[in-house]
């Protein structure tokens, strides 16, 4: 419902509006002076001058009076048409103004203190959700700022650990590397030793070998002569010179047995066979040894030299 000042302002217009101009024109006339009193005000008092001229006449005093009286009616008519149009201006504005107050303004006004009031909550809604992302922000970049320090402080420890890992791997290779070298050097005089020792054999095996095969030849042609101790004598110092040819210590044991000395013809013949058991001839001069003592081990040798080679029965003497 409007209020009461509005439903006052309505009254008042319409009042305006529906009264007749000649009550309002009636209303200020009577506001306004009558024409004949205003002519003895507006006539002036006539002094004479003491140097004014002749011509100032009573008639033509009264023409100036009338003249202003004209222009003064003028006014009051041009002044009673303005009042009168302004009543129905103000009139229509007064209306005007009431109907919107009544059906406009206050929902107007509700609307928009309604609309001021989402406004400032949406602002304060909007003001906190920003503050709480803006906490959730900082909270977030607190916390990202504490995992790149972790990482950081995680990353300078794995890298002081590989320094230390890598020092001390340096230091192990430095002390391989010296143990290593150390080794060389001691393997490489080792082998410079033994080279200059299997030099030394060498010549002295070379000379050995020389001296052995000489004696061997002077062995070997005293045997085809039958001199069986001249034989064993070469044979001997060839033998001291190579204890490990077994062919040497084959020819002792045949020249023994031609000597009818069994027991050393033996002695040399299986010292042969063990260093050389597929030995054909220490086989069949063992065989030759026991044909007469003991058959049976004569048979036994004389088939193993047969099993090393079957055509060996030719030559055998058995």
């Known amino acids: 419902m409007a209020s009461l000042p509005l439903l006052l302002i309505l009254a008042m217009a319409i009042m305006i509006l529906i009264m007749p101009p000649s009550v309002v024109i009636a209303s200020r006339l ?23 001229p002749n011509s100032n006449t009573p008639a033509s005093q009264n023409s100036q009076a009338q003249q202003i009286l004209s222009e003064a009616q003028n006014d009051v008519s041009i002044a009673n048409t303005i009042i009168y149009y302004s009543g ?4 229509i504005m007064t209306l005007l103004a009431a109907l919107a107050g009544i059906f406009g303004i206050p929902e107007f006004f509700r609307r928009m203190r309604r609309l001021r009031t989402e406004t400032e909550t949406s602002i304060q809604q909007l003001t906190s959700n920003t503050e709480t ?36 791997f340096t230091k ?15 393997l490489t005089q080792q082998f410079q030793e033994r080279l200059e020792l299997l030099k030394k054999d060498f010549e002295l095996d070379s000379q050995n070998f020389m001296e052995a095969s000489y004696n061997f030849n002077l062995g070997r042609e005293a045997y085809k002569i039958g001199d ?51 030995n054909e001839a220490a086989l069949r001069s063992l065989a030759l040894c026991y044909r007469y003592t ?17 055509r060996g029965y030719i030559n055998a003497d058995v």
Request: a negative charge; aromatic letters at 6%.
């Open 30 to 52: 009577s506001q306004t002076r009558p024409v004949s009193t205003l002519s003895p005000a507006l006539s002036p008092t006539i002094v004479a001058s003491p140097t004014a």
């Open 294 to 310: 003991d058959p049976k081990k004569a048979i036994e040798y004389l088939n193993r030299s047969l099993t090393v080679n079957p």
């Open 172 to 186: 192990l290779f430095e002390r391989e590397s010296q143990t290593l070298r150390e080794k060389i050097e001691q």
């Open 88 to 91: 129905y201006i103000v009139a």
């Open 133 to 168: 992302h803006i906490q959730q922000l900082a909270s977030i970049e607190q916390q990202f700022r504490e995992q790149l320090v972790q990482h950081v402080e995680h990353a300078e420890r794995e890298s002081q650990k590989l320094e230390e890992r890598l020092e001390q």
């Open 228 to 278: 069986n101790e001249h034989a064993i004598e070469y044979y001997l110092k060839a033998f001291q010179l190579q204890p490990k040819n077994v062919r040497v210590m084959e020819r002792l044991g045949r020249a023994y047995s031609n000597l009818d000395n069994i027991e050393k013809a033996i002695f040399y013949l299986e010292k042969a066979l063990s260093l050389d058991s597929s």
